[in-house]
């Protein structure tokens, strides 16, 4: 189970709630802290790399996915900087125009890093929902 989790329902079809939701090109227009991403592919094994305006500076980190099933499960974990997040999306078909989305996502530090982890979970906790929220209006067309 991951450090935090929400989940969110999306009067949208599973199958395009996956695409948008798993797919990186499209983080700016919904996740809040994402500034730009250069992604390689989409499959298993493929790096992609954010840059996130974080505390009032650009940081960069890949990440590479590690599982993908559409339209239900996909994962991406860090594989540079100290702290490194794995993160989880979760679609679940309600009916045919309704689904249920959970995000999980925790945070590995490494080395000297390690004690930071904690505090990285609690800010990604409190903000990731407004970005789940964003990502609710965009899918519906209210956005």
């Avoid at 239900?72 to 974990?77: N, P, S």
């Avoid at 989305?101 to 407004?130: C, E, Q």
Wanted: net charge neutral; with cysteine.
């Amino acid at each position: 189970m991951a450090a935090s989790e929400n989940t969110i329902e999306i009067d949208r079809p599973a199958d395009e709630v996956f695409e948008y939701a798993t797919n990186p090109a499209t983080f700016p227009e919904w996740q809040r802290d994402v500034v730009k991403v250069n992604i390689e592919d989409r499959e298993v094994g493929s790096r992609y790399t954010t840059v996130r305006k974080i505390g009032g500076s650009e940081r960069s980190m890949t990440q590479e996915i590690t599982y993908n099933e559409p339209p239900r499960f996909w994962a991406a974990r860090g594989v540079d900087r100290p702290v490194r997040p794995n993160a989880t999306v979760s679609v679940e078909p309600l009916d045919a125009g309704r689904c249920r989305v959970t995000f999980g996502l925790d945070f590995d530090g490494r080395g000297l890093a390690a004690p930071l982890a904690p505090m990285v979970r609690r800010m990604a906790a409190k903000g990731a929902p407004k970005s789940h929220q964003l990502l609710k209006e965009r899918l519906e067309g209210r956005a």
